[in-house]
């Protein structure tokens, strides 16, 4: 489940993946999602397009790779760790709505399709009308682009009545919306990386202590099933 495969013959310039969404919901909304068990790619109408006209256009997307049946609490609460295989993750719920903030180290594949399928399910439970943004792309801070650049490599709409990607469509909410978990994510790098610099005498370090700060990951996640 957790742990990067790495590609090499796509035009990427950086090894950092990140899917970020915001959807709004209840709390008992986003409770009854971390015990939905992932759905298959078919949850997403048009899954055979999802690189079409952004940075890896015809690239053909390999959803064998998505761990299906799986409930993301299942899933995600391994990634919260001291060995997370290059993830660094902020997962919780706030302010009436799911954030997620998924970065990977490498194409993680597993992960990254696996996250899609379930953020789709999410869609499903979304207290507006309106579908939500799933944004999908490769940059070495692991910051946002802009919502004009032709970087991306894939956006996805999750709602209510179900999920497609597209790219068509303006950004510009979806990233403003985003910028108080991409802020999250900095700020969990920042104290991560001071952690790497102060490790005790006897190499015990507080990384797990860290990723599982209720800041970055909801205690809901982290809990047995």
């Given amino acids: 489940m957790v742990g990067a495969v790495e590609i090499d013959e796509e035009p990427v310039v950086s090894d950092t993946f990140v899917i970020a969404a915001r959807i709004p919901m209840g709390r008992e909304a986003f409770e009854r999602w971390l015990e939905t ?36 609490r299942e899933y995600f609460a391994d990634c919260f760790g001291e ?15 799911l954030e997620a903030y998924l970065m990977h180290f490498g194409f993680c594949e597993a992960n990254i399709y696996t996250a899609l399928v379930m953020l789709a399910a999410a869609g499903r439970l979304s207290s ?6 799933v944004l999908f792309w490769a940059e070495t801070s692991g910051a946002m682009f802009a919502a004009d650049s032709d970087g991306w490599l894939a956006t996805l709409l999750v709602g209510v009545d179900g999920a497609r990607f597209a790219a068509d469509i303006d950004l510009t909410a979806a990233i403003a919306q985003l910028r108080t978990a991409e802020a999250s994510y900095f700020d969990l790098l920042v104290r991560l990386a001071e952690v790497e610099e ?18 970055y990951v909801d ?5 047995e099933s």
């Fill in 83 to 97: 060995d997370t295989g290059g993830l660094t993750y902020v997962l919780r719920y706030r302010a009436g709505a």
């Fill in 219 to 223: 205690a809901a996640v982290l809990a």
């Fill in 198 to 215: 102060s490790v005790d005498a006897d190499g015990e370090s507080s990384f797990a202590a860290i990723a599982r700060d209720p800041r």
């Fill in 128 to 133: 507006e009308m309106a579908p939500s943004a």
């Fill in 37 to 72: 068990p992932a759905p298959g790619p078919e949850s997403i109408d048009n899954h055979g397009a999802m690189y079409d006209r952004w940075f890896w256009d015809g690239k053909a997307p390999d959803w064998r790779q998505a761990e299906e049946g799986m409930t993301p």
